[in-house]
T-cell receptor, first 109, second 114 residues
């Protein structure tokens, strides 16, 4: 069974401080990992996926297979980063996305 | 393109009533899915479809039915609503060969069952 764990329900940081949203996963094969974001009154949208290895809106995430983690990081938080963040996993050959329970990021001005 | 549309935006039902949540997309996507979003539970997959005439169960399918007669539409049916089905429901779609690139989500339907 595949599982995604986001240990923090709420994370509050000050503007300009570093941000790290934690995500751990459980999957027996080679997973694909994603971060989705939901801004207030907007649709859920893809932020980034591990396979593309790119930085979006200053966020990066590295897949660590040894620690089965895919933490989302940003060196300097901005107020517009306040949102709900979901880590998600898809297994090889699967058409199912498994989401974590989400972390609400609040950036304090 | 309208993208993924969902109707209604809000709905209040009484226990035992039935209703259909509508989802449509105009991007010719083969893959469509339904999720429910509950506080503290994240998004959980209810049912999904990889093409017209093909549906499969997700993590929490009980109490819900789906069918996929066209590529564009993927309705979700509640045959006998229960308070436990109070939730926000999201529909998503993608092309089948780009499933792992990005899912496009609808705006959601907020359902309350009394």
């Amino acid at each position: 069974a595949q599982r995604v764990t986001q240990p923090e329900k709420l994370l509050s940081v000050f503007k300009g401080a570093p941000v790290e949203l934690k995500c751990n996963y459980s999957y027996s094969g080679s997973p694909e990992l994603f971060w989705y974001v939901q801004y207030s009154r907007q649709r859920l949208q893809l932020l980034l996926r591990h396979i593309s290895r790119e930085s979006i809106k200053g966020f990066t995430a590295d897949l660590n297979k040894g620690e089965t983690s895919f933490h989302l990081k940003k060196p300097f938080a901005q107020e517009e980063d306040s949102a709900m963040y979901y880590c998600a996993l898809s297994g090889a050959g699967s058409y199912q996305l498994t989401f974590g329970k989400g972390t609400k990021l609040s950036v304090i001005p | 393109n309208a993208g993924v549309t969902q109707t209604p935006k809000f709905q209040v039902l009484k226990t035992g009533q039935s209703m259909t949540l509508q989802c449509a997309q105009d991007m010719n996507h083969e893959y469509m899915s339904w999720y429910r979003q509950d506080p503290g539970m994240g998004l959980r997959l209810i049912h999904y479809s990889v093409g017209a005439g093909i549906t499969d169960q997700g993590e929490v399918p009980n109490g819900y039915n789906v069918s996929r007669s066209t590529t564009e539409d993927f309705p979700l049916r509640l045959l006998s609503a229960a308070p436990s089905q109070t939730s926000v429901y999201f529909c998503a779609s993608s092309s089948r060969d780009r499933f792992r690139d990005e899912q496009f989500f609808g705006p959601g339907t907020r359902l309350t069952v009394l």
